[in-house]
């Protein structure tokens, strides 16, 4: 049976990713996640993601957690992994018995971390807080639960050492109210829609001005080249296209590229431009975005340009792949997307994507925003909407993770070096 994995990030209350989540799909005839057997589904997300695809790739060294059925557990599944990367999440439709405790327990003994997914406290059950002493994290959806019952659940288990998440957090409103709360790790997509708090300039990795540098400096630069270097650094890309619109080209037309941006400045301007940045940047630098953002922009850029390339429209790749890295840029900018929008050149087909308008750019976009969620039965319709098979979706999802780690271990290697 072929099977997808997909990945949600767990953040800490600094905005760092702490763990990722594992998402499943079975066969591409499983078009409703409901229809899909749990224990076949659990196994093969598990198996597929240590040993096919990798769980150093799919997890980049963090932790994973992966729900577990009732069966799964009592079949000792989790006792084939390492304990130190897997945590077990123990579903909410499992009801805790004699035997769910004593495999819990054996659990613990052998180094496993176990959550409680989507937990409601039942008083009811007489096992229930048997079962609390085993588990490590309870997770809690904050949209199905109320504030009154959170705050009656953290109160009557304060004396247990357990770390609170809270699921479904989608704006950075409810996340800080959860932070107030006492929750530890927080699951959802709030942060891309942040509230706005203060306007911030856009970081920039110095060692990306040196490599830029370096390419502009050839005898005969390549322009292609010097667009891919712009192009692995969402802040380059972002300034480049903000001194195009400058009082001195403010007539030059609509942006749908880097590469284009590029030709229509010439490369004397992008050099003397290029120094000025990494003068300035090297001086100071802004850490506010997380890195979970940058990756995520990565991701959708060039899953986007595969996508385009298989839809047959290669030529307006570089189109698909600003559109993806542009998307969290309201994150970037902590401002208003509309007042951001206004003050770039991008092509107006572009902009209206970003900003969530119906377009071939926008379709795409959704698609990758779909993978990245887990919605299985909505990334089939979207595929059967674009004319692109389920497989070549999620080998496109592989192949954007695989350039994204790529491009961010250099981030962190070289970045650190540049002092």
Known sequence: MEVYVARQPILN??????AYELLYRGSKENNFFPQIDGDKATADVVFNSYFNIGLEQISEGKSVFVNFTENLLKSELPLCFPPDTLV???LENIEPTKEVIQICRMLKKRGFRIALDDYILNEDCPYTYELLQYADIIKVDIQATSDELQRKMFEKLESYELEWLAEKVETYEEYQSCVQKGFTYFQGYFFSKPVILTSYDVSIYPFHHLELIKELSQEEPNIKKVAQKVEMDVALSFKLLQL????SYRRIEPIKSIEQAIVLLGLKEVKKWAYVLTLRELKFQNNKVPSEVIKLSFMRAKMGELIASQLGRKQESSSYFLTGMLSCIDTFMQRPLDDILKDLPLH????????????SYRAVLELCQLVEKGKWDEIEMKSHELGVSIEDV????????????????TFYKKGQSVK
């Open 13 to 18: 209350n600094k905005c760092e990713v702490f």
């Open 88 to 90: 077990i999440e123990v």
């Open 244 to 247: 195009i619109n400058s009082a």
């Open 348 to 359: 107006e087909e572009i902009k209206d994507a970003i900003k969530g308008e119906s377009n």
């Open 394 to 409: 999620f080998q496109y999802y592989k192949d954007s993770l695989e350039w994204t780690q790529t491009i961010m271990e």
